[in-house]
Nanobody, 125 residues
């Protein structure tokens, strides 16, 4: 079974940037997604990317600031985060998504599985 390991989190000042990585132990043939969970809140969708990286989808709050991408040669999915805000503070998780585009359902947590352990992102204001 392919496993996921996130890395790249840390402490950054507001307005700064971080790049998160999600390394898979094998090739993945589905959408991959990033979610985040702030203390006391539900895990929420951030972004997803298709198998070959041609289709991406973002939650409104990160559009224009975050970029999801993948390198299938390295079995790795990335989340480049810029112009970070204090409200971006959360534990970020990656997961396997659906095999095909699901429209608005793409952002539903139940469409994803095989969650990694998460990486903490803290943005100081």
């Amino acid at each position: 079974q392919v496993q996921l390991v996130e890395s790249g989190g840390g402490l950054v000042q507001a307005g700064g940037s971080l790049r998160l990585s999600c390394a898979a132990s094998g090739r993945t043939f589905s959408f991959m997604g990033w979610f985040r969970q702030a203390p006391g809140k539900e895990r929420e969708f951030v972004a997803s990317v298709s198998d070959i990286g041609s289709t991406t989808y973002y939650t409104d709050s990160v559009k224009g600031r975050f970029t999801i991408s993948r390198d299938n040669a390295k079995n790795t999915v990335y989340l480049q985060m810029t112009s970070l805000k204090s409200e971006d503070t959360a534990v970020y998780y990656c997961a396997f998504g659906p095999g095909v585009w699901m429209g608005d359902r793409q952002k539903e947590k139940r469409m994803y599985g095989g969650w990694g352990q998460g990486t903490q992102v803290t943005v100081s204001s």
